[in-house]
């Protein structure tokens, strides 16, 4: 029996409050969950659009349903191997890859770690974000995720006036947490030593994508004392070369790079290029951070707080110790 397409559809799911970053604000998010079967086995995954791509839910099903006529006699393995080829980076082919990993690891009866090549899962510190807004405001917001037990925080930025006063806002609320700061690509105006020394001096660990995508050699000849990593700039292993100039690390999401199989791909690259890896996720269930994890043990940062994020999760979702 062919392996068939039992489900693609899009699901809603509510955020807890309101989640805002320098390019606005969510109340919820749409994902897309494809379901695979063959002879009464059934694997899934997950993806979530990259919005600031252009994608969007109904279009990551759509481009589900043209897609599996296509893997019409393949087996789960081979599957895969064809959707990289006949689907481009995204939510879509994250969504049927990770969804043909899972299947394939079904049938083996083997953990998909082991079948990936991964190391065994252990239990992984993931950051917290501390959504956009006024220093007091953040503060807030850090003293709750202090109370759930959250000791490192991804503080959002907005590319303006009060970004140090937002993170030193978050450093007096959690003194103890470690810091990083995500700016989304907002600092392509700032003077980026002078604002990386500031941030160093209040205990930040590393800023993520500081510059606009396509702006990267801002960055060149800066020698910050902290390490500057790609996440809008750097999608897939053949994105490498070209930024690894400029960043100390990159932000790997299977979103992004369109599925376990890729983001594998692009961890390896970053490895040979000496560059640290940060493994981090869209607004998501559990469902979609499963296989994430798995390249999380191999990150320096892990930012897998997707679901956290939410007002609720699947049943089977990741436990917190």
């Not at 109370?147 to 907005?158: F, P, Q, V, W």
């Not at 941030?199 to 500081?210: C, F, H, N, R, T």
Request: net charge negative; charged share 25%; proline share 5%.
């Amino acid at each position: 029996m062919a392996i068939q397409l039992k489900s693609a559809r899009v699901e809603r799911w509510p955020v807890a409050g309101e989640f805002v970053i320098s390019r606005g604000a969510s109340d919820h998010v749409d994902v897309v969950v494809a379901e695979v079967e063959e002879d009464g086995v059934v694997g899934r995954g997950e993806g979530t659009p990259i919005y600031y791509q252009g994608e969007d839910a109904a279009g990551c099903r759509d481009a589900l349903l043209r897609v599996m006529p296509h893997l019409a006699g393949l087996d789960a393995g081979a599957a895969r191997a064809a959707v990289q080829e006949l689907m481009g980076p995204g939510a879509a082919r994250n969504a049927i890859d990770c969804a043909l990993w899972d299947l394939e690891a079904r049938q083996r009866g083997e953990p998909l770690w082991q079948l990936a090549g991964c190391e065994a899962p252990a239990p992984r510190v993931t950051a917290f974000t501390v959504s956009l807004g006024g220093p007091g405001t953040m503060a807030a917001r850090t003293e709750e995720a202090v109370m759930a037990g959250y000791r490192l925080l991804k503080i959002k930025l907005a590319g303006d006036a009060e970004d140090r006063a937002r993170v030193a806002a978050v450093r007096g609320a959690a003194p103890g947490a470690r810091l990083i700061v995500d700016a989304n690509g907002s600092w392509g105006a700032f003077d980026l030593l002078a604002e990386a020394e500031a941030l160093a001096d209040l205990g930040v660990e590393m800023i993520e994508q500081p510059v606009p995508v396509g702006t990267d050699v801002l960055l060149d000849g800066i020698y910050a004392p902290l390490p500057f990593i790609a996440d809008e700039s750097c999608h897939v292993a053949a994105d490498v070369p070209r930024i690894g100039a400029f960043y100390d690390g990159v932000n790997i999401k299977l979103d992004k790079a369109g599925g376990l199989t890729e983001a594998l791909k692009l961890a390896d690259a970053a490895d040979a290029a000496g560059l640290s890896i940060m493994v981090g996720c869209m607004l998501s269930t559990s469902l979609a951070i499963a296989p994430a994890f798995l390249l999380a043990q191999r990150a320096r940062w892990v930012d897998l707080d997707g679901p956290a994020l939410l007002a609720r999760d699947r049943g089977e979702g990741f436990r917190k110790w």
